[in-house]
C-alpha cells in the first residue's frame, strides 16, 4: 500500500510540473519565432499564431509571411501535444471516473491536433498541395479538445468540492469555446474572398485560455500535494514527539 501512494504521489508531482512548464515552454517559443520577423514584423493583433510556423516566405490568405524560426514554432506546437497528453493521463485518475475518461479522451484529441499543426504547417505550398486541410483540421481539434477538455475537468473538480477551481476551468474553457467558434465562423465568412483577416486575437483567445487552464491546474495540483506532504510531515513530527 505504501508503495502504490508513493506511485500515485509520483505520477500526480509529474503531471502538475508538465502543466506548469508546458505552457512557459510555449508561450517562450512563440515569443522567440514573432521576435525572429523583420521584414514584414510579426503582430500578435493582426498575425495568426500558425503564420510563425510557416516554412516558406510568401503571401498566405491575402498578408505576407516569412518565419525564420519556423522550426522552432512547429517543434514547440510537437511538444506542446505531447506534454499536455502525458500531463492529462498523469492527473486524470485523481477526477471522478466518468469525467476523468472524457478528460483523458479529449486531452488525446488535443494532443493528435497539435502534433498535426506541427508537422503539417500551413503555407501557400500546403494551399497548393491540399494539406493545409489537415493543418486546420488538427487546429481544430487542439483547440476545441483543450477547451472542452478544461470544462470536463472542472465539472469533476467541482463534484470534489475543489468549487472555485473548477468554476474557473468552466468559465475558461466555455470562454475558449466561444472564441474558437468565432475563428472558424469568422474565417469561412471570409474564405470567399481569399483574404482571411480580423481573426487572430480570438485565435488567442482560443488558446491562451487552455494555457492558462494548463498553469492553473499545474499549480493547484501542486500546492495541493505540497500541503498534504507538509501535513503528514507535521504530523510525523508530533507522533515522535509523544513516543520521545
Do not use: K
Not at 501535444?81 to 472524457?102: E, I, N, S
Not at 479538445?145 to 470536463?152: E, F, Q, R, Y
Not at 475558461?172 to 467558434?181: D, E, K, P
Amino acid at each position: 500500500m505504501p508503495a502504490q501512494i508513493g506511485a500515485h504521489r509520483a505520477r500526480a508531482l509529474t503531471g502538475s510540473l508538465l502543466l506548469i512548464l508546458n505552457p512557459l515552454l510555449y508561450v517562450t517559443a512563440e515569443a522567440v519565432s514573432a521576435a525572429a520577423w523583420r521584414r514584414p514584423a510579426y503582430r500578435y493583433g493582426v498575425n495568426a499564431i500558425s503564420d510563425l510556423g510557416v516554412s516558406s516566405c510568401g503571401d498566405l490568405a491575402g498578408h505576407p509571411v516569412c518565419s525564420p524560426m519556423h522550426a522552432v514554432m512547429n517543434t514547440a506546437f510537437i511538444t506542446h501535444g505531447v506534454l499536455f497528453t502525458l500531463a492529462v493521463c498523469l492527473l486524470a485518475p485523481l477526477l471522478p471516473q466518468r469525467p476523468g475518461r472524457r478528460v483523458r479522451i479529449l486531452g488525446i484529441v488535443t494532443g493528435v491536433g497539435l502534433l498535426l499543426v506541427g508537422t503539417f504547417p500551413g503555407s501557400p505550398e500546403a494551399v497548393a498541395d491540399g494539406t493545409i486541410a489537415l493543418h486546420t483540421s488538427g487546429a481544430a481539434l487542439a483547440i476545441f479538445g483543450g477547451n472542452l477538455a478544461a470544462m470536463a475537468a472542472g465539472a469533476g473538480l467541482c463534484r470534489q468540492a475543489h468549487r472555485r477551481l473548477g468554476i474557473a476551468l468552466v468559465v475558461l474553457g466555455a470562454a475558449g469555446t466561444v472564441s474558437v467558434v468565432v475563428v472558424f465562423t469568422w474565417a469561412a465568412i471570409v474564405a470567399s474572398s481569399g483574404v482571411i483577416t480580423g481573426v487572430a486575437v480570438a485565435e488567442r483567445a482560443s488558446v491562451y485560455t487552455i494555457t492558462s487552464v494548463e498553469l492553473l491546474v499545474g499549480i493547484a495540483a501542486f500546492a495541493a500535494l505540497h500541503r498534504r506532504v507538509r501535513r503528514r510531515t507535521d504530523s510525523a513530527l508530533r507522533e515522535r514527539s509523544r513516543t520521545a
